[in-house]
């Protein structure tokens, strides 16, 4: 017995159908997993003010074991500083001892302290691990060397 014959599809229509199954599937490699809703949960419901108006979202992207990781905007390959520029376009980054510049930094230490005490006040976690957010990065015009 011969297998039915699939339908002839438009070219639009097996690129809309090639779309849809990219997103579905980077949708499922990148949602993160229970645990790391739950934290993503939690840092929702005892976000401070000032967490909840930054400009950058901290979240949980996994759960390793004991160890939450969480995104961050900064670290050693992206300094405070290219960040910072990014969500506050009139400060000036270049000058370290710009007032306004030492609030940002402040406010992001801040708020990235928040971000991690929170996750580290959820059950079974230990130990919190910060990954760069090279996607939110990149959307915002900031290129993060491999």
């Not at 159908?17 to 419901?45: C, F, G, H, K, Y």
């Not at 967490?51 to 074991?65: H, I, K, T």
């Not at 670290?75 to 290219?82: K, L, W």
């Amino acid at each position: 017995m011969p297998l039915p014959r699939l339908p002839k599809l438009a070219y639009w229509q097996w690129i809309a159908l090639l779309v849809i199954l990219s997103l579905a599937t980077d949708w499922v490699l990148n949602r993160p997993d229970p645990r790391a809703r739950e934290i993503n949960a939690a840092i929702q419901a005892k976000a401070s003010d000032r967490l909840n108006n930054y400009p950058y979202r901290f979240r949980a992207v996994r759960v390793e074991g004991d160890i939450a990781v969480l995104t961050t905007p900064r670290n050693v390959q992206v300094p405070a500083f290219r960040f910072i520029g990014a969500i506050h376009p009139e400060i000036n980054v270049k000058n370290p001892n710009d007032p306004a510049f030492i609030a940002a930094q402040t406010e992001l230490g801040l708020v990235q302290s928040e971000v991690a005490a929170i996750a580290a006040a959820q059950p079974g976690i230990k130990l919190i691990q910060w990954e760069l957010d090279k996607s939110w990065l990149a959307s915002h015009g900031i290129d993060v060397q491999p």
